[in-house]
């Protein structure tokens, strides 16, 4: 029953690092030529996910402790 959890967590970690990088890459175009604020929408809803799949993957785990214990 911990699978899902674990995968919860790495999708977690994959949308947080997408959206760390698109902040990054996007300050520094920046510099280079303007930019539309398209990207900044994009780093917020990865981080969203991000959140979202954390909350999940901390429900999955405590669910799983749960019931390991009734048994």
Same mark, same amino acid.
């Given at each position: 029953?911990?699978?899902? $959890?674990?995968? #919860?967590?790495?999708?977690?970690? +994959?949308?947080g690092? @997408? %959206?760390?990088? @698109? *902040?990054? &890459?996007?300050?520094?175009?920046?510099?280079?030529?303007?930019?539309?604020?398209? #990207?900044?929408?994009? $780093? !917020? +809803?990865?981080? *969203?996910? !991000? *959140?979202?799949?954390? +909350? *999940? #993957? !901390?429900?999955?785990w405590?669910? %799983? $402790?749960? $019931?390991?214990?009734? &048994?």
């Amino acid at each position: 029953m911990r699978f899902p $959890s674990i995968l #919860a967590g790495a999708l977690s970690a +994959v949308f947080g690092l @997408l %959206a760390l990088r @698109l *902040l990054v &890459t996007t300050q520094g175009m920046r510099g280079l030529r303007s930019l539309d604020e398209g #990207a900044l929408v994009g $780093s !917020a +809803v990865f981080a *969203l996910l !991000a *959140l979202l799949f954390g +909350v *999940l #993957a !901390a429900r999955l785990w405590r669910m %799983a $402790s749960a $019931s390991r214990h009734e &048994t």
